[in-house]
């Protein structure tokens, strides 16, 4: 006759030598990423977020996430900009470094060619124009230039694609910036609108 005792620790020895196998499989499966925190600088008034990630193994192999964020909107109230970085390397420094510059890369490719000067001159009253309207991706945006003596100035707002310009007052985005001419300064607005809606939508597609 079988001992049921015998077959019982005989039955106990399997499972514990599959439980091995089990978690000794899963540990020796396919490198796992690690990511680490962010680290935040600033570039020509821009935020620049950089998290390294280590995908363990012979050897570890670094890569990073790279974000921006344009001085009109700020990281704790807005996605971010996701800037497109593949590079990889062995060292955790040399990566950081890389996706460092592709991020200044991409801020000074949406920068203007003219300098930001400071706000309009207190004390005048400005004459307003008819706001000059258009959509960015799916996104209203309104600039209405004014004039100030020989400078042009003008206010900006958005609108995402839920509501309407009829309906809601809008999202006022930061600009500072004169100019000599009324065309220039037009641009210089919608490019400000357009870098906060950049900020603001998710980067997966729709």
């Known amino acids: 006759m079988v001992d049921p005792k015998r077959s019982a620790a005989i039955i106990s020895l399997l499972w514990s030598a599959l439980i091995v196998v089990v978690l000794g499989g899963c540990g020796s ?3 796992r990423a690690g990511d680490q925190r962010p680290v935040m600088t600033e570039y020509k008034n821009w935020i620049i977020s950089v998290t390294p990630s280590v995908i363990y193994g012979s050897p570890n192999v670094w890569r990073a996430q790279s974000r921006v964020w344009p001085p009109e909107v700020r990281p704790e109230t807005h996605a971010g900009i996701d800037v497109s970085f593949s590079g990889a390397a062995v060292d955790r420094g040399a990566v950081e470094q890389a996706a460092t510059a592709a991020a200044r890369r991409y801020i000074d490719a949406s920068l203007l060619a003219h300098p930001q000067s ?15 309207m258009s ?3 799916g996104w209203t945006i309104s600039v209405t230039p004014s004039r100030m003596q020989d400078a042009w100035w003008a206010r900006v707002r958005v609108w995402p694609p839920e509501v309407r310009p009829e309906t809601h007052p809008g999202v006022g985005v930061r600009f500072s910036d004169t100019a000599a001419e009324r065309s220039a300064v037009e641009q ?3 490019a400000a609108a357009r870098r906060y809606i950049d900020a603001s939508v998710s980067v997966h597609p729709r």
């Open 118 to 132: 400071s706000s309009v001159p207190t004390g005048q009253i400005p004459a307003d124009q008819p706001p000059v």
């Open 135 to 137: 959509e960015y991706k």
């Open 188 to 190: 210089a607005a919608t």
């Open 29 to 31: 499966g396919a490198p």
